[in-house]
């Protein structure tokens, strides 16, 4: 296995403005809305990601087992597109892929009237979508478990408009990643599809895909990899090309933590700066985190909280432990070489204690690329090393040699 020694960072060159991948939540939904609209919809800086190459490689495939490997959007958002497009195909993954939950998007395709069962274990990948004769008994109302994952609700957005007649989404349960959803219904309404969600229902018309064109942004969930670096790091600012304060991607409103950590935003023409103002929270007064709107960001803050001893709470992140890996599990695992523990008080609500020192081992990043990113900002404070380099490919290709321009 490849590790990379990250060097102590002790200043931002002045003017490095490292380039943010495209975000991958908006290129991936403008793939499917594409094909959806039979090309009538373009898009503009999509995402280089492999999550993103993957989708548009399986969108475009003549194979009927389509991989999608490790990637928990193209499997759920590409079940649902064989679905509508009447593709008969087996969507099928990793070992790990086929033990993140899929049921509730399968429960509501087939309550809306699709035909798709399980190959396997009920719940899980593989799943084999046969195409309808008939599609007289669609259903235009349909209901589904929110609390999960919100790319099973983004999937049925997505198909909607392409149905006989309109859908309505009823949520059931708390939602999470409600900032997603928004996302979706944004870029539905870029297409002219007039949806509306209020009240935990969701009603989107049938219609037909207007042209457009999506200029896909750079992406957030990105940009705190280097926020979480100018935080630790004194005096330091940094200007990332691009990106817009006033984005619709949802980990965009995670803005509102920073001046916790002592970093200013502010929107320039061509991106936005993020400037040190040295402030330090103070340690003897616990802060409280919900990442339940935002969780791929809780990996980053809640190293970067590690590192600056805070004495930190955190809810929100029950859908961590089926992501890529078990995050919270690893995280706890990982904090532990940086004399820190993560522990659950209470369902759903964790605490740190201990005392921060930098990793005398190397950090294991369990598969995930967000494992690896979010304890990179360490080399603030000295040198750090990090297994699997090669596992950032997944969001952010360019991220180790754009890192080590700083050493």
Request: charged content about 20%.
């Amino acid at each position: 296995m490849s590790t990379i020694q990250l060097n102590k960072i002790t200043t931002i060159p002045f003017q490095y403005n490292p380039k943010l991948p495209s975000s991958k939540s908006m290129s991936n939904r403008a793939l499917i809305l594409h094909k959806l609209s039979n090309g009538r919809i373009t898009i503009t800086n999509l995402s280089e990601a492999n999550d993103t190459k993957l989708l548009w490689n399986l969108l475009n495939s003549a194979e009927t087992i389509l991989n999608a490997e490790d990637a928990g959007t193209t499997a759920r958002f590409l079940t649902a597109y064989c679905c509508v497009v009447n593709q008969n195909a087996t969507i099928t993954g990793t070992e790990r892929m086929k033990q993140r939950p899929i049921k509730p998007l399968v429960d509501a395709l087939s309550n809306i009237g699709f035909n798709i069962q399980y190959t396997e274990k009920e719940g899980f990948v593989p799943v084999q979508i046969s195409a309808l004769e008939d599609w007289k008994n669609i259903k235009n109302e349909v209901e589904i478990e929110a609390g999960i994952s919100s790319q099973f609700i983004s999937a049925l957005m997505m198909i909607a408009p392409i149905l006989p007649k309109a859908l309505t989404i009823n949520l059931k349960g708390n939602i999470v990643s409600e900032p997603y959803l928004e996302l979706t219904l944004k870029m539905l309404k870029q297409c002219k599809v007039e949806a509306k969600m209020s009240n935990k229902q969701i009603v989107i018309p049938s219609t037909l895909l207007a042209t457009t064109n999506f200029e896909i942004e750079a992406d957030w969930t990105n940009a705190f990899y280097w926020i979480a670096l100018v935080s630790l790091l004194p005096k330091s600012k940094i200007l990332l090309p691009h990106l817009k304060l006033n984005s619709i991607q949802g980990d965009a409103k995670a803005i509102k933590f920073l001046n916790l950590f002592g970093v200013e935003a502010e929107q320039f023409p061509n991106g936005v700066q993020f400037k040190s103002n040295g402030f330090n929270f103070p340690t003897n007064i616990e802060v409280d985190f919900n990442f339940s709107s935002y969780p791929d960001l809780a990996q980053t803050f809640i190293v970067l909280c590690a590192a600056k001893n805070l004495r930190a709470n955190f809810t929100g992140l029950s859908t961590l432990k089926i992501k890529e890996t078990n995050r919270v599990e690893a995280m706890q695992q990982e904090l532990k070489k940086c004399g820190v523990e993560l522990v659950e008080t209470k369902d759903d609500y964790y605490k740190l204690s201990g005392s921060f020192h930098l990793p005398a081992l190397p950090i294991s990043t369990y598969n995930d690329h967000r494992m690896a990113m979010s304890f990179a900002p360490l080399a603030a404070l000295g040198n750090i090393t990090i297994e699997n380099l090669e596992v950032v490919q997944k969001s952010y290709p360019d991220f180790w040699q754009q890192w080590q321009r700083l050493e």
